[in-house]
């Protein structure tokens, strides 16, 4: 039985907003670079760097 792993992180390509999967809350968080988080255009409609490259499945 094959096995899918999520992404842990994801980069908007329009605006440049990076999150990470938290696994205590379940949930995605802006990653923050020292003291400013990388939230990118809060009115974007992000398109996640998540593609085709991306294999979801374990060897």
């Known amino acids: 039985m094959a ?3 999520p992404p842990k992180e994801r980069v908007c390509e329009r605006c ?3 999150d ?13 670079d020292g003291d400013e ?4 255009n809060p009115h974007c409609l992000h ?5 085709g490259n991306y294999n979801p499945f374990e060897d």
């Open 3 to 5: 096995t899918v792993i």
């Open 16 to 18: 440049g907003r990076h």
């Open 20 to 32: 990470e999967w938290d696994d205590e809350t379940d949930a995605w968080l802006i990653v923050s």
């Open 37 to 40: 988080k990388q939230v990118g």
């Open 47 to 51: 398109e996640w760097d998540i593609n």
